[in-house]
């Protein structure tokens, strides 16, 4: 019997410690081995050869394409080519020509390389220069050879991410088909976004590990062991999780922020700005393990002398922000548009008393990945960046803010920003790795 995907992706969640939908996150310092390269890259290719398997064709058919090609060259590269690379290709290498094609009748989907050399074990090369010196000439035998009824190609108006076919080489392309080819070409929109958002079981067993990895990094770096108040800067917590990161030979796809929000200060404050007793820290953190992201935004609070926790105020602060995250996730619906989601999510919080902000996206391959974005923090209406439909078996960063006043501050209104990971198997969200619902403490207690 075949296990729907959306339920094997809970199981393998749930074995690989996802927590409950609202489970708080833990607070824990301790950062779980990371493993070494070659295990790194045994994983990600067999996830690799798991989701050419079962991923695109699934997608070629649902989409009715019996072709797909995908051309990248060295150092331009198409961002679905760079996810298709095995572990021991770093790029496009002169120029790649990935084929995928669906003889139909339920036949396996046939995938080459119009390259000299094949990648790894998942697609083998289909060109022998010595007997064709033109490379778009052997690609153009290969189309005759198949027929295809539909060719697509990752050209988009829509999102980069669908969009990696450069001008010249479409053109090459498209002069090396004879017409009656070269009309059959049409955009592989949702071939490629479907197989960028899409998380097989496997991923989301690990997922779920990466982002506690991510946590425990910011529970150190907004802790005693890095924060000493007078004296840190909020630079030097940026540069201290940069280095940590290097030293567990980790990546990011963005720099780290560190603001501080301090009582009587209309602005947020950064860079060399000294973080004292009393201070709201906010910090924006994203790693890059097994070829998947993270994207986490947490807050600290500053103890001064005397207390054990943040002020009143700004506990409210968060709470309200967790509301905001709760009346988002509601809205999750498969079918629906980021739009759709966006504009209930905020009637529901406003009608709750709050002040929201949203501004989430998929989060995967990429850290602002394939799907539809739902709000920008500086746009709160639709958008045609919000008009894809939501798919099971995908991940987001939810990511908003919640603004509200503060007693203790004089009534001074502060943006409570969090941003956690999740996924969505076609019923309901679950955070990766809990979600944040009291502040990270810093100093004596």
Do not use: C
């Not at 050869?49 to 590269?77: I, N, Q, S």
């Not at 390389?113 to 083998?124: C, P």
């Not at 190609?153 to 001008?167: C, E």
């Amino acid at each position: 019997m075949r296990i729907p995907m959306s339920i094997a992706l809970a199981g393998a969640l749930l074995l690989g410690g996802a927590a409950p939908p609202s489970q708080p996150e833990r607070f824990d310092i301790a950062v779980p081995p990371v493993l070494p390269l070659r295990e790194r890259a045994k994983v990600q290719d067999a996830w690799l050869a798991e989701r050419l398997d079962t991923v695109v064709p699934r997608l070629m058919r649902g989409a009715g394409v019996d072709m797909w090609v995908l051309v990248a060259r060295e150092y331009v590269e198409d961002p679905v080519v760079a996810t298709m690379l095995d572990a021991e290709s770093f790029s496009a290498r002169r120029r790649t020509i990935l084929m995928f094609f669906d003889p139909g009748g339920g036949r396996p989907v046939e995938r080459m390389t119009v390259s000299r050399y094949g990648l790894g074990t998942l697609f083998k090369a289909a060109w022998k220069p010595e007997a064709e010196p033109d490379q778009w000439k052997r690609f153009a035998a290969l189309v005759a050879e198949r027929k295809p009824k539909k060719i697509a190609l990752n050209i988009s108006a829509q999102t980069a991410l669908a969009d990696g076919l450069t001008h010249g080489e479409y053109e090459e392309l498209r002069g090396a088909l004879p017409p009656e080819y070269a009309a059959r070409i049409a955009p592989a929109g949702a071939l490629a976004i479907g197989w960028l958002e899409t998380r097989i079981p496997a991923e989301m067993a690990r997922y779920p590990a990466i982002v506690r990895n991510a946590h425990a990094i910011i529970a150190e770096g907004l802790s005693d062991k890095v924060v000493v108040p007078g004296k840190t800067t909020a630079d030097d917590v940026v540069w201290w999780f940069r280095e940590r990161i290097a030293g567990l030979k980790l990546a990011t796809w963005f720099q780290p922020s560190l603001h501080i929000f301090r009582q009587g200060s209309k602005e947020e404050l950064t860079g060399d700005a000294v973080i004292l007793p009393g201070d709201m820290l906010w910090t924006d953190f994203g790693i890059t393990y097994l070829g998947l992201n993270t994207d986490t935004q947490h807050l600290a609070y500053v103890l001064k002398p005397g207390e054990r926790d943040a002020p009143a105020g700004l506990r409210a602060g968060m709470a309200a922000a967790n509301a905001v995250q709760d009346h988002l996730t509601a809205a999750f619906r498969t079918g629906r548009t980021g739009n759709q989601m966006l504009a209930d999510a905020r009637k529901a919080a406003r009608a709750g008393g709050l002040e929201p902000t949203i501004y989430s996206h998929p989060i995967g391959y990429h850290g602002h990945a394939a799907g539809s974005a739902i709000g920008f923090w500086d746009n709160q209406q639709a958008s045609p960046a919000g008009e894809h439909p939501l798919r099971a078996d995908t991940a987001w960063s939810i990511e908003l803010s919640a603004a509200r006043a503060v007693p203790e501050w004089g009534g001074q209104k502060v943006q409570f920003r969090l941003e956690e990971d999740a996924y969505f198997d076609g019923r309901s969200v679950r955070y990766l790795d809990g979600r944040q619902t009291r502040f990270h403490l810093i100093g004596d207690r």
